[in-house]
């Protein structure tokens, strides 16, 4: 069984430009998480997607948004980028039907703005 | 406020000695917990979780130990192996479907394991 995929795996942008990140759960996922880790926060959840809608999001600006298809893929946009954007962007899945299920993540999106 | 703390950035262990990792939480809501390993230019990989009905469990070298009362949690690593060398990360969230998903994350412990 295929992993999480993520892409692209590397970015470079500008600042003030828009930003978007794909990320294909494993098959028969239908929960996607995204995560943003830097060297001084760590891992810190952005938001999930469960049945293409919004289920839970954490502490980021309104910049910061995603969606999620009927086949489960899910994307993250970010737009007016800022140089404090430059990270490691994670996606994970899980089957999400019970709770407490593990989740899986994908190798990321390292994205460097300048 | 960092409700999932990891208080050891590093941690270095001899070859076939064990590694314990440690993790502190505050939030008297999270009721499963995980461990996650990290290598370089590659997505955290689960390891082993635990939830709060148990106070251990173990799946070959790893056990993860839950004291509830302390809210620590602990990581075992026996023996310790070279590629075992990694950022471990320490993740908890609440048991309930809807927010089981939403992990909070510690700020992972660098394990290098020496020859």
Known sequence: KAGVTQTPRYLIKTRGQQVTLSCSPI????????????????L?????YFSETQRNKGNFPGRFSGRQFSNSRSEMNVSTLELGDSALYLCASSLAILAGETQYFGPGTRLLVL | DQQVKQNSPSLSVQEGRISILNCDYTNSMFDYFLWYKKYPAEGPTFLISISSIKDKNEDGRFTVFLNKSAKH????????????????????????????????FGTGTRLQVTL
């Open chain 1, 27 to 42: 098959s028969g996922h239908r929960s996607v998480s995204w995560y943003q880790q830097t060297p001084g926060q760590g």
């Open chain 2, 73 to 104: 949690l602990s990581l075992h690593i026996v023996p310790s192996q070279p590629g075992d060398s990694a950022v471990y990360f320490c993740a908890a969230s609440p048991l309930n479907t809807g927010t089981a998903s939403k992990l909070t």
């Open chain 1, 44 to 48: 810190q959840f952005l938001f999930e």
